[in-house]
C-alpha cells in the first residue's frame, strides 16, 4: 500500500458475513474484547460472529458507538498489526461502525486502552519490520524524493478534487463557522505573510511549495520576491503553469530543489507544513538550512503540525497507519522538539507561537465531506479500497486535532543579529 494509499459504511447493521473464526481468531478476539471494556470515555456496541456485546461506559462522552466485525480476519489483523492492522482491515471491508471519527477520538481519548491494543506480544515482529521499514525510509536526498512521489505525486487530478481552488493542502484558517474553505485558505495564506512581517520587495524563500498558492499569495499581494521549491514534480510543473498565469514570472522564481541544495540569502523564510516530511533525524539539519539562508536579523515562519510533548518520544518509536500508508519518512514535532532544536543548533530564537488546531480538525472534515459526496475520481483511480483508504486517513487525523492530542502552531522565529 505504501505509494498508493487504499469508507465508513455509515452504519454498523450490516450482516457479519465471516465464515466462523478459527480457534485462533477466537483467542485473539477475547483478548481485544478484554482491552476494550476497559474504555472510559465511551462504548462499543460490538457486532460479530459471536453475537453482540457492549464494551466500555455507554455514560462516557461518546455514548455508544456501532461496530460490526464482518470478518473474524479483523482480531488477526489487529492482534498481528495493532494500529496499522486496524487500518488495513478497514480498507479490506472487514469492519465498519456508525462514526468512524467518533470511534478514533474514543481510542485517543483513551489511549492506554488504544496502546494495549497495539503493544502485544503477538504484533513485536511486525512493529520491528515497520520500524525496519521507516529507517530505510529515511529521509536522505534520494528517500525524500521518493516519499514525496508516494502521496504528493498520485495525481493532480485526485487532490483537485478535495481542495478548494487554491490547491493550498494544509490546514486552512476560519475567521467564521460558515466561511468557504477558498477564503479560509486566503485567510491562512496572509497569515503566514503577516507572521513574519512581509514587505514589498523583501526577499523571500518558501520551502515547500505545494501547488504554489502561499508563493503566489506573497508576491501578488505582499509585492514580495519569491523563490520557492519543492521536489515534487507534479507540484512543480502545476505550480509553474499557475504563476505564468497569473503574470507573477517576474516576482516568483520556481526551484525543483532539495532544500539542503539551496543557496543565497533572504529577508523572510515561510515553509508550510514541511518540516513534518523531513523526519527527526533531519530537524537539525532542516533548521540549520533555514537560519543560513536568512540575513542576520532576519524571520523564519513555520505552520507546523505538533504533538503533545509528553507523548513525542513515544510517537517516535511507533509506526502508526499514516507513518506506514500515508506519510512515509513523516514525524509531528512538539513545539519543544522544535524549539529544543533551534536552540542547540542554530541561532533562531522564538519569538511568536499559536496553535490553531481545531482549524484543521474542520479542515479535514470538509476534504472528507467533498471526498465523499461525490467520490468517481477515487473509485476510477484505485477502486473502493482506494476510497476507504482516504477516509480512513482523514477521519485518524481529524479524531487527532478534535482530541488535542495533536496541533497545528504558526511559530516565528528570528535569527541573531541584524
Not at 507546523?304 to 509531528?332: E, K
Not at 475520481?377 to 481529524?398: D, I
Amino acid at each position: 500500500m505504501t505509494g498508493s494509499i487504499l469508507i465508513a459504511d455509515g452504519h454498523a447493521a450490516g450482516a457479519v458475513r465471516s465464515p466462523q473464526p478459527t480457534s485462533l481468531q477466537r483467542r485473539l478476539r477475547a483478548g481485544a474484547v478484554a482491552q476494550l471494556r476497559q474504555l472510559r470515555s465511551g462504548a462499543i456496541l460490538l457486532r460479530c460472529a459471536h453475537g453482540e456485546e457492549l464494551l466500555g461506559d455507554p455514560s462516557g462522552r461518546f455514548g455508544t458507538i456501532q461496530l460490526a466485525v464482518h470478518d473474524a480476519a479483523t482480531w488477526s489483523a489487529l492482534a498481528f498489526g495493532g494500529d496499522v492492522g486496524a487500518g488495513e482491515a478497514f480498507v479490506a471491508r472487514q469492519w465498519s461502525c456508525s462514526d468512524l471519527v467518533a470511534l478514533q477520538r474514543l481510542f485517543v481519548a483513551d489511549r492506554d486502552v488504544l496502546l494495549g491494543m497495539h503493544l502485544t506480544p503477538w504484533s513485536w515482529p511486525r512493529r520491528l519490520f515497520l520500524r525496519l521499514g521507516q529507517f530505510l525510509r529515511r529521509n536522505s536526498h534520494t528517500g525524500s524524493r521518493a516519499n514525496i512521489r508516494d502521496h504528493y505525486d498520485l495525481g493532480d487530478d485526485l487532490f483537485a478534487h478535495f481542495l478548494d481552488p487554491t490547491m493550498t493542502y494544509s490546514s486552512a484558517w476560519f475567521e467564521h463557522a460558515g466561511e468557504s474553505m477558498e477564503q479560509a485558505q486566503q485567510n491562512k495564506l496572509r497569515r503566514l505573510c503577516r507572521l513574519v512581517d512581509l514587505q514589498r520587495d523583501e526577499r523571500l524563500l518558501e520551502i515547500g511549495s505545494g501547488w504554489g498558492s502561499l508563493a503566489m499569495c506573497a508576491a501578488a499581494e505582499f509585492g514580495a520576491k519569491v523563490t520557492t521549491t519543492t521536489i515534487s514534480k507534479n507540484q512543480h510543473e502545476h505550480a509553474k503553469r499557475n504563476v505564468l498565469q497569473r503574470g507573477l514570472g517576474h516576482r516568483v522564481q520556481l526551484l525543483q530543489r532539495d532544500y539542503r541544495d539551496l543557496d543565497g540569502t533572504f529577508d523572510k523564510l515561510l515553509s508550510c507544513e514541511m518540516v513534518e516530511a523531513v523526519g527527526a533525524r533531519f530537524l537539525p539539519t532542516f533548521l540549520r538550512v533555514c537560519a543560513s539562508r536568512l540575513r542576520p536579523g532576519g524571520l523564519l515562519g513555520l505552520q507546523a503540525i505538533t504533538i503533545q510533548h509528553q507523548h513525542y518520544d513515544a510517537a517516535l518509536r511507533m509506526v502508526d497507519y499514516i507513518r506506514r500508508h500515508v506519510f512515509p519518512g513523516s514525524f509531528i514535532p512538539s513545539v519543544q522538539a522544535l524549539v529544543s532544536a533551534a536552540s542547540a543548533h542554530t541561532d533562531l530564537h522564538l519569538e511568536h507561537v499559536e496553535d490553531f488546531g481545531l482549524h484543521y480538525a474542520t479542515t479535514l472534515q470538509r476534504w472528507r465531506e467533498r471526498m465523499l459526496a461525490a467520490p468517481d475520481p477515487f473509485l476510477l483511480r484505485g477502486g473502493p479500497a482506494l476510497l476507504r483508504a482516504w477516509e480512513y486517513y482523514f477521519a485518524y487525523c481529524e479524531a487527532g486535532f478534535r482530541e488535542r492530542h495533536i496541533g497545528v502552531c504558526h511559530l516565528r522565529f528570528r535569527r541573531a543579529g541584524g
